[in-house]
Each structure stands twice: as structure tokens, then as C-alpha cells.
């Protein structure tokens, strides 16, 4: 039985893919990636996960168009599964229900004086 | 956009990857790490995208990505080798007693032959921890004597210098030497006596001692001495040892200067502990320096180092005569012919008869191989025999492998593993068993052999030969049995046939015949050892001492000291003499008696002793008398031995006045042989004379009624209190003649725990065979006991055919044991007799001991109850 709970890049990864929709291949997620955590990213570190969430069953993909700039080759598409919805639909609810039990932050005024 | 960029993704990279990332990811992953370069090359620069597409390849060495090896792909092979180890393992686990006898026969073995072959291996190196080793020779000489050519290693001092300055052009260093030498080293109050060379001060680079402090180049000065290493240590412990001073034989004062690694045990001088220059010893010296003809004495030695490429026997040619230029007539008749004995023969081919090298313990690595190499060879016969007997077995197995598939090339490389497995899972054990042994064996062959763990040829010839035997005893099962038909072999109807067994008889004959020549060999090996210590040693060497002196102390105060000795109780009388009981120092050529032939040239050993001499030891007068100091005359006097007196050809000795360099002398007693040198060897006509001279020994008989401990405690006290400067030393006569027979006692102490192996060996394999047959005649035996027959029948019928091996192995191998043997014998003058009654032993013997390993099995076989045989199928 393959690991079923989500690790934070795991997540984030899983998020760009339903960002990305048709888009949603190793480089663009790398891409996207960088652009919004402005943290670097290797393709194949991006791949290597993606690879890992299909295997637990979040995502499915299927070869896609081939374009001119990769050189005439197909790309992978991902796209999010049920269950990956669910995963990530667990996670905020967790995120969220611990935020609403510290009192502090459940008022929304954050003071740390 | 890409149009507007001109490089394009390193292809270097691009193969790499497309090499180790897995083939259906290729696509995609190219794809991107493309598109990834095009879009580095837009935003920053071409050169930047290059190296982010070399870390994006780095960044793909990941294990989701990588190729998988073949191996794992097609997991078949692997498996099927772990199949045939198990099955392997299973028929060693079934088979229990067979594998053991088959595994620790084989290793034992292989233990033999490594130990032999580092024994080899130590023998031929010997002296090669010298780089010189193969230009360094000795100059040695044949001399003629009473008749005969001898061959003497030792050689007047001068011969260096005129070696040096006639012929130095064809050597690199001429170098004189002492002879080993024994001295009292003292440094403050510490005394030991090491043995050491005084040699010229080139020595130690012609040797190449490896110098731990100082230089080779240290002994250039006369008070210069140079250590070993752990004599140095011995003195002075952790200090410098260099500048130290010594005191030699208190009377040579020298300063250290320099220390060298110890000499290993393969080396001839191994014993040597120090060297001292030899200009040291020679001012030193008065006897040397006063000689009036120093040519004489021939007490030294002279090593030469020749240039690189020279010829050895060309030299030794141009040198011949250069002593019989030098000496006066008298040594001239001896004919002199010097030559030079390279350093590759000191130790292995030391032998020389009538001035011809006739090998030496070259024979001993020949004996020893040879039967290191049987040793293995039957190990081996019988790791295949029982292997091939057990595989007959196993006809079953390959035709059901046969049936579900299983290919010939399978059959074979499955019974290759197998063999393959046992032979190198016992080489491990034959390994483990080398180093277990060595201490003892060390300790037999008095040498210091250890595994060569670091040496390729070692493991080479050791895997290579655990290989061969693998693949030779394997062979049978895996080229033969696999390719029987699968039905037959299923059906059982598979039988092997009765010639089947004859291959495995012969071999049988050959084991046995090799214990048969072992065996007879190590009994006559102790009968020659026995025979010679049996000899008449012409005195008693009971409760006699020999203590060297090597200063004059004793001598000076020797009535003193002999009283106190005797009033004591310690001893019951003590002597003088030139040399211990068990040999003999000093020859000499200059003897002349009545009706010699002028041209005949002698060497007769003589021996200075003290008047008492005769009364210590107890020798044998046989005719006139003994020393006496009632006779004031004696001092010019000798006394003969019978082999002189053969020699001389004296008719009535006593009476008789001999000359010894013009000096008469009247014979006053003859004496029976005394054994002094080596007991395989007649008695030299022998003189003794009486020295007024100090000694280098007294010779002390201890009084049988006191322990000898007790008694020397006594000797030393007395001894050390008139004789401070000495330390105290001495051996029982009895226990340095033994000691004569070491290389014999040694020989046979090897040979015979070698012969054991052999036996042992011998009687696995027939262990082996006797259930193996008993196994395929179980039937018959049913058969047998329903009809009556009788267990002793039974008894006699199975081991009928194992006594007939053995007497056809007796009779082939008599004849070459009785040929070997007669050889061996014939390099003793003095030695026993083949007698008839050893080989009738032997083969008793043997039969004995087969009989018995037989019987096990054979009773066994027929003890068991038909009714369970007769049903078995």
C-alpha cells in the first residue's frame, strides 16, 4: 500500500497540475514552480514526483501534442484523479480546522506584538 | 522563438541521458528538458542553458528514471544458479558422511601441498633479500688430500688483497671476511655472546643491509661496529644506539655506528648480529699479524661481487691458480684451484664430491615437492571418485530435469557449481587449516614461513588449481551423466556398467601405491637416523659438558678450579681441549711419518687437549697409553686414532716417531675413532696432541650422582667467580651430538606427519569407495544371507577386493620404493640397510588398516536384515 498522505511539495505539485490543466507537464510545472515560490526546481525532481503521485493514484496522464520548440516530441500530460481531489480536499480541511481552533487567528486579527 | 536561438542542447548530454533513463521515458523527458534549454538560452544566455541542461541531466540520476540493469530484467539465470547452489547444498546436507570425507580429504590435501609449497617457496628464496644476489659469489677452493679432492669454503687472508690487485679489474668489490665468529659483546656490565663477521668495510653494500640508523659506508673506520636491529635494541633499549661504545671480547673497544634491519631467516647469515671491521680485528689479533706465513690458515672467507653481465665460470677460470702462485711447496702438493660459488648455490646446492657440486638440499625441495604433489594428487583422485560414485546416483535427477526442460549445457553447468563449490569451499579450508598449522610446522622445519596473503602467484595458483580440480572432478557427472536418455535414466534402467569401475580401481592402486612408497620411505628414514645414533661414538658422552672459554682465566687457574669443582662433588674430572667433542677446529697439512709418499698431500684434524683429556671423556685406548704427566716427555707426544693409523699404514704404531712440520713427535698410544664430525661419515685420521696452551673449551664430566641443573648451577658459580669478564655458557655432548641428526630428525619428523596425511587420505578414499559398493550390492547381500551365507562370509567377500588392491599396489610400488630408498641411502657413507623385513611390514600394515576402514561398511553392509534389503526399490 502505497503512502496515501501528501508532503508539502507533494501538494503544491498537485495544486499547479489542476492550475496547469491542459498544460500540466514536467517543465511547465517546473516553470510555474519557480515563478510562484521563486524557489529553484530541477525538472527532475518535478518529474520524479509527479512520478510518485501517479503511482499513489493522484494523478493519470497521457502522452499529449508534440510541438516544434521540444524538438518534435510528445509531452505527458497529468491530470488530477478523484482522489487527488480528496487528498487535497483533506489537506485544507485539516489546515483549516487547525486554524479555527487557535483562537488568535480565528478573530483574523493576527498580533504578535 | 526557437528559430531565433543558433546552439542547440549538448548532445553529449542528450546521449547520456537517452543511455541511463529508462526508454519509455525518453520522449517526454527530452521533450522538456529541451523546451527547459530554448527557454534559458531566451531569457539569460546560450552558454548558461548548456550548463542548466548538463544539471537538468544530473537532476534526472534518479531511481524512478534510471534504466534497469539486464540482469534484473530477466531474473531466470540468477535463479537458476541459486537452484543449483540449493540443490547443491541439499546433496552435501543428504550425504553427510560422503561430504565430509569428500570436503576434508580434499583440503587436507591442499593444506599439504601449500605448506609444502611456501616450504619450496621459502627454500628458493633464500638469500635473494640480498639485490646482489645474482653477482655476489664466494671464493672457495678444491684442495687435494689424502687421496681425495675436498672442498674447502674457507681461505687464507691475503687472497683478498691479491685477488684485488692481479685480478681487480674483473671484480666489483673483493671483500675478507671472518668466519661467524662467536663473541662477548659488553656494553657497561651487559655481556652476551653473539656470532658476528669482522669484514672489509664494503660489506654491508655488497650484502645491501637495510640500514635503520647510520649508513652502510659507517664501518670505514677500525673502532666502527654495526648492529642488528634487535641486538641494538637489546642494549640499549629505546636510545640511539648510534655512538654508543661496545666492548668486543674485552679487548676491542668500538663505537656504534650504524644499525641495520635484522636478516630474515632465509638468509645465510641470518645468525649474524653484528659486523666489525676487519682491520679492527687484525690489529687486535697477534697470532695474525705475526704469522710467518700467512697464506697458511685457511680460516677465512672471501666474497666477491662481480660487475653486472660478468661471467661467472670465465672468472673462476682466470682465478684457479691464484693461491698455488702464493703458497710454499708443501701446500702446493694440495693443488690448490680456486673458484667462485655464486650466491644462488650457498644454500641449495652447498654438496661437493671430489670438487664436483653434487646438488645439497636442492634434494630435500625435490623430496618434499614430489611428495606434496602426491599428497594432492590422491586428495584429488579421491574427491573424484567419490564424486563420480555418488553421481551415478543421481541418474533420477537429470532425467526429471531432463523431462521439464532442463537443457545438456544446463546439466553440465549445474554439476560444474557443484564441484566448483565443494573444491573451493575446501581450499578455504585448507587455508584456514595452513595457518593453524604453521606454529607447529614452523617449529618442525625450523623456518619462519607465513601465508604469502599479499603474494598474486599465491591466490593464483591456488584459484586456478581449486578451478582445475572443480572442473576435472566435476567433469564425469556434468559431460558423462547428462547426456544419458531421459527415459532411461526415468525408468532406473540407468546402471553403470561393470567396466565403470575400472578407472576407479586403477586409481585406487595409484593412491595406494603412493602411501605404500611413503610409508616404507619414513620407516627407512628412521632406521638410517636410528642406525647412526647407534654408532660407537668412540666415548661417553654421558653427563659430559663442553664450556667454550674465551678468555684465558680459566686456564690460568685451572688446577683452582678443577679442585673446588671436585671437592664440590660436582665432577669427577675436567679437561682442556682445542675443540668441542663434536668437532673438530683445526687441520693441518704438515704431518709426516715413516714410509710416506713425498708426493701425497695430507689434511688430518688434530686437537690440542690437556692431559686429563683421555680420563674426561673416557675414550678407548687400544694400544700404548694414554697421556700421562709422570712422563715429562709427553709433551711432545700424540696419540693416534685407528683411522690414522689405517691411513699411515703404520704396522706398529706405538713407539713410531711422526714429524709435524719437522717437529718429531713420538706416537705414544692409539685410540678407537672418535666421532667428532658428521655421524653418516667415516672417522678422519685424527691427532691429539698435549696444549700447553689455554683451550676453547674445558670439557667437564659431571658426577652421575648429582643433577645435571644442580650440578652446573655449581660450575657456573665457580666458573663466573675465576672467569668474570665471560658470560657463562655451555652444552651437554650428548645433546649437541643429537643435534647432528636435526636435518634427518627434522626430515623425518615432516615425512612422517606428511605419510600420516597421505594414509589418512588414502583411507577416506577407500572409506569412500567400501560404502559406495557396499550401497550398490545391498541386493546381493540379501540374496546371500536368505541362502545362508554366513556374516564372516559376507565379510570376506566385500573385502576380498579391496586386499587384492592393495597387494597389486605393494607389488608395483616395491620396486620403485626399493629404487628410490637405495638412492637416498647411498648419499650416506655410513648407512643401514633395505631390509626385506620393511616392505613385509608395510604391506601388513596396509592391509591392516585397510581392512579395518573396510570393515566398518562391509559389517555394516552385512548385518542388515535381508528381509528390509530384499524389499527396498
Redesign the interface.
Known sequence: MKETKLGEFEEVLLLLVGILGEEA???KV??EFESQTKREV????V??TL??LEEKGFLESE?GQ?T????G????IYTITASGQRALETSRDFRVSLWSQFPAFATGKLNFG | MPRSIKSTPPRLAEKLLLRVVRDDLGEEVLGDLEEKFYATAERKSAWKAKLNYWYQVVNYLRPFALRKSKRSKNSNNIDMYINYIKTAGRHLRKNKLHSFINTAGLSGGMAVAILIGLWIWDELSYNKYHENYDHVAQVIQNVSNNGEIQTWRTAPYPLAEELRSSYGSDFKEVILASGQWEMIIAAGDKKITKTGLFVEPNLPEVLTLKMMAGNRNSLQEPASILLSQSLAKAYFGDNDPVGQQLQLDNRMNVFVTGVYEDLPGNSTFKNVSFFAPWQLYYDATEWIRTMNDPWRPNAFQVFVELPENADLNAISAKIKDAKLKKVNPELAKKQPALFLDPMSNWHLYSDFENGVNVGGRIKYVWLFGIIGGFVLLMACINFMNLSTARSEKRAREIGIRKAIGSHRSHLIAQFFTESVLVTCLSFLLSVIIVQLSLPFFNEVADKQIAILWNNPVFWMIGIGFTLFTGLIAGSYPALYLSSIQSVRALKGTYKAGRMATIPRKVLVVVQFSISFILIVGTLVVFKQIEFARNRPLGYDSNGLVAIPLLTSDIHKHFDAVKTELTNKGVIVEMAESESPMTSTWSTTSGFDWPGKDPALSVDFPTVGVSFDFGQTIGWEVTQGRDFSKDFGSDSSAVILNEAAVAFMGLPSPVGETVKWFGDPLKVVGVVKDVIASSPYEPVAPTVYYVNNDPGNYVIAKLNPTVSGSDAMATVEAVFTTFNPSQPFEYQFVDEAYVRKFGNEQRIGKLATAFTSLAIFISCLGIFGLASFVAEQRTKEIGVRKVLGASLFDLWKLLSRDFAALVVISSLVSIPMAYYLLTGWLDNYEYHTTLNWWVFVVTLAGTLVITLATVSYQTIRAAMVNPGRSLKSE
Not at chain 1, 42 to 45: L, Q
Not at chain 1, 73 to 76: A, D, E, S, V
Request: no cysteine; hydrophobic share 30%.
Open positions: 507537464y514536467s517543465f517546473a516553470e530541477s525538472i527532475g525532481a518529474h520524479s512520478n510518485r502522452m508534440a516544434a520548440e521540444r524538438g516530441r510528445r509531452k505527458r
